[in-house]
């Protein structure tokens, strides 16, 4: 599925390239950085936190039926190939030593989530370092 799904982020990058660019020609005072005070405050870094938490806590209670791309993979028969595969990274959305129980899923959303905020901060810190200048 991983193929899927590269092929998904790509349309998925093509559409925001295009959507951004025709921002930029039609509006491009929408896209000016402003100073702002709240920008990057305590305040915006707590709700955005909670709300992760909260969606944490809710993951559970989501539908056990399969999902569209899970429906895609069984009509097309690629589904039990993934099952097959020589390894698994949080299968089912489950850390294998707790099994699927609710705090395994809440447990591997929070890992997920964890890697993504490590993966965004580690790309920011990159981006905005300054070159050395030499002398």
């Known amino acids: 599925m991983l193929g899927v799904h590269a092929l998904i982020g790509l349309g998925e990058t093509a559409i ?46 989501a ?21 097959a595969a020589p390894y698994s990274l949080l299968s089912n959305y489950s850390i294998p030593f707790l099994g699927t129980t609710k705090l395994s899923t809440i447990l591997a959303g929070g890992l997920g989530v964890l890697v993504v905020v490590v993966v965004i901060v580690g790309l920011a810190w990159f981006l905005r370092r300054k070159p050395k200048v030499q002398k």
């Open 16 to 61: 925001t390239v295009a959507a951004q660019a025709f921002i930029l020609r039609t509006r491009p005072d929408l896209l000016e950085a402003k100073e702002s005070p709240a920008r990057g405050s305590k305040g915006w870094i707590l709700a955005g936190g909670l709300i992760i938490l909260l969606v944490l806590f809710l993951a559970p209670l």
């Open 63 to 83: 539908s056990a039926n399969t999902d569209g791309l899970e429906r895609v993979a069984l009509d097309l028969g690629f589904f039990q190939r993934e099952q």
